[in-house]
């Protein structure tokens, strides 16, 4: 029987335990808000958008943790162990501008659907119910292979430090999440991935400062370049320049960039859970927090990879490495193996915490994601379109329920075929990258033709499959399995055909039959009735209320794209030309930092075959720690300031409560107050 560096009972007590905290302490703060805020779950819209209010900082934060993957510690710790330093930068570049340039795409949802709940509410209004139904097989495929690589990277490592039955740890961590997620909805799901990132970030800062300036294996990025130029003299790298760690040309380091940017395209622009933050943002803020979450996510992967998954690499040989195989580098466990080696059992349950973290809150955003898919367009589009409130409140609550266990489900299926989650990776631009450009054109181009789009992303998916397919069966003298399709040259080529031909059929076509659509339909999408002068409504505080108000007439706004500001406001920040504006504004900071991030750094220093001496390679890691003190500040600090206002807020509440059990009940404003004011 196997040895395992933590008990099993660690296992169950950080999913479990852990998962359960988080689970009332959301439970908590969900109750608090409901209190002492204008805001309460209880409402439909706030469950599935947060009242469309969020504001920049939460949302950055928000899209950091949605994007943080037990993939995003894991393979990128495993490309960093088999390609040296191209491996982080491919992993973090290749997966950030997906961000940024969705930003472009929020810029038009706000401006095209300021009211949709969802992505395929807008491909339904344009097109029908034909290419609605072709989408959402590609937004749900997306959603099962995200949440499976989730479960499948969080069990893995689970079961490899603790001896945790990976089927148990798969049903599990989705179901603290749903906990809360049921309880709060969106608002919660975003105040709990603020509270992960925050500890995240101060677990990673913890292993680059004992990697790079406290242990005695390693202690600094001198000695880091001292063991990783032995490792390579003793096992040279294939495709790298002189066999070398420490270098950017790296032939396969390269291919697996194109694989990751392609692939990392279709979970992003078809994940209703990133479409889920640009609708709960204010419109007039929504491009600055997807510029600012891209940016501050980079330093995540880069710098972690660039820490532990080197430090694997250099610990070879080491008494506490443990020896790892080509499955457990597939398997995402090279970050693992460092961390024991590194700190003994406190490095092993800091990377358990980490990583039940990083699953956790981006399986909340998943969660969420499908519960308003299932509640928007399957319930209200085709089983019950005049549902009420409250029945749109049940559905999205069953939704989430459901999802947990489809989680489950998925991640034991995918287990007991033997697919690991660098083979889901690889694997997901050959199956949903086809629908990346087609989605696109949809959301931005008043002349994308409806059958373009839908035969491009139809006949990409097939011919990635077949690409993907017969790559493999040529490689390998018609051999099909697992190991053999789960090749470089074989993912390329699949990844390559769906995204090539998906994007070349939908606008040859656009262009030949062009529509001319003009967005009224998709603006109309859930538009409130009310007016201006209609925004506010009056209401009786019931005599039984804890309110110092009972008895009296009060106004409250009613629900509108911004609960937490007006009438006004609203329609300041939903004004076109700003709205035009931001999308350009997105467009070119986007484009220029794709530019930045995918040619003008890696690519010279992959042709010029340099390979870093000391000094350079301690330049790189200090890069990548700045980036990480800055990304730090910017979510886990600037929210905090954004925010200072709702704080005190609640503080009175809590205060006046202490002293007066009752007062410190949020009531709107009245008209008169208003007045006053």
């Not at 982080?88 to 949802?109: E, R």
Request: charged letters at 10%.
């Amino acid at each position: 029987m196997p040895e395992y560096l933590l008990p099993q009972g660690a296992g169950y007590g950080v999913v479990v335990g852990i998962g359960l905290f988080f689970s009332g302490f959301m439970i908590i703060l969900t109750a608090v808000q409901a209190r002492y805020t204008g805001f309460s779950p209880k409402n439909s819209e706030e469950f599935n958008s947060a009242s469309r209010s969020i504001k920049p900082g939460l949302i950055a934060s928000g899209i950091v943790s949605a994007w943080t993957w037990a993939a995003t510690l894991l393979q990128s710790s495993a490309v960093a162990y088999k390609f040296g330093i191209s491996g982080p930068w491919w992993y973090g570049a290749g997966a950030t501008v997906q961000i940024l340039l969705f930003a472009m795409l929020a810029a038009k949802l706000k401006l095209n659907a300021p009211y949709a709940h969802t992505w395929l509410e807008i491909v339904g209004a344009r097109w029908g119910r034909i290419a609605h139904g072709v989408f959402m097989f590609f937004g749900l495929a997306t959603n099962i292979i995200v949440s499976s690589m989730l479960v499948l990277g969080g069990s893995a490592t689970v079961t490899d430090l603790t001896g945790m039955h990976t089927v148990a740890a798969c049903f599990l961590i989705p179901l603290g999440v749903a906990i809360y997620v049921v309880v709060g909805g969106m608002r919660s799901t975003l105040l709990c991935d603020y509270t992960h990132t925050a500890v995240l970030f101060a677990i990673i800062l913890t292993f680059i400062f004992t990697v790079y300036a406290t242990s005695e294996k390693i202690g600094s990025p001198a000695r880091m370049h001292e063991l990783l130029t032995a490792a390579s003299a003793v096992a040279p790298v294939d495709g790298n320049a002189h066999g070398s760690y420490v270098t950017m040309r790296s032939k396969n380091g390269l291919i697996f960039g194109v694989i990751n940017i392609i692939g990392n395209f279709a979970t992003v622009f078809q994940d209703q859970a990133y479409w889920q933050r640009a609708i709960a943002s204010r419109p007039a803020t929504t491009v600055k927090a997807y510029l600012l979450g891209g940016l501050a996510w980079f330093a995540i992967p880069f710098t972690f990879a660039t820490t532990l998954g080197l430090a694997a690499v250099a610990l070879r040989g080491d008494p506490d490495m443990k020896v790892l195989s080509a499955a457990d580098v597939s398997a995402g466990l090279p970050a693992s193996a460092a961390a024991a080696a590194l700190l003994g059992k406190a490095g092993a349950t800091a990377l358990l915490i980490l990583l039940f973290l990083a699953v956790t809150s981006a399986c909340s955003a998943e969660l969420i994601a499908v519960s308003s898919i299932l509640t928007f367009d399957v319930y209200k589009e085709y089983i019950n379109p005049k549902a009420t409130e409250e029945q749109i409140l049940r559905v999205g609550h069953a939704g989430v329920a459901f999802y947990a266990v489809v989680c489950g489900v998925a991640g034991t299926i995918f287990y007991y075929i033997g697919i690991s989650m660098g083979w889901l990776y690889t694997f997901m631009g050959v199956l949903l990258g086809s629908a990346v450009v087609p989605i696109a054109l949809a959301i931005t181009w008043r002349k994308a033709n409806k059958w373009g789009c839908i035969g491009g992303a139809i006949a990409g998916l097939c011919l990635g499959i077949v690409a993907w397919l017969v790559t493999a069966a040529a490689r390998h003298d018609g051999v099909l399995t697992v190991e053999t399709t789960g090749g470089d040259y074989e993912m390329l080529a699949g990844n390559l055909a769906a995204i090539g031909v998906g994007g070349i059929v939908a606008t040859v076509v656009s262009y030949i039959w062009p529509e001319d659509f003009d967005w009224e339909s998709t603006r109309a999408i859930n538009k409130p009735s009310s007016t201006p002068s209609q925004a506010i409504k009056s209401e009786k505080v019931p005599e039984d209320s804890d309110s110092d108000k009972k008895g009296e007439i009060v106004s409250t706004k009613a629900a509108s794209i911004a609960d937490s500001f007006d009438a006004t406001e609203e329609a300041n920040e939903l004004d076109p030309i700003a709205l035009s504006k931001a999308y350009r504004f997105a467009s070119w900071s986007s484009i220029g930092l794709f530019i930045v991030l995918i040619l003008l750094v890696p690519l010279p220093l992959f042709f010029s075959q340099h390979v870093y001496t000391v000094p350079g390679f301690t330049g790189w890691v200090a890069v990548g720690i700045t980036w990480t003190f800055c990304s730090a500040f910017a979510v886990v600090l600037y929210p905090l300031w954004e925010s200072r206002g709702a704080m005190m807020q609640i503080a009175k509440g809590i205060s006046k409560d202490l002293f007066q059990r009752g007062s410190g009940r949020y009531v709107a404003p009245t008209t008169t107050d208003k007045a006053e004011a």
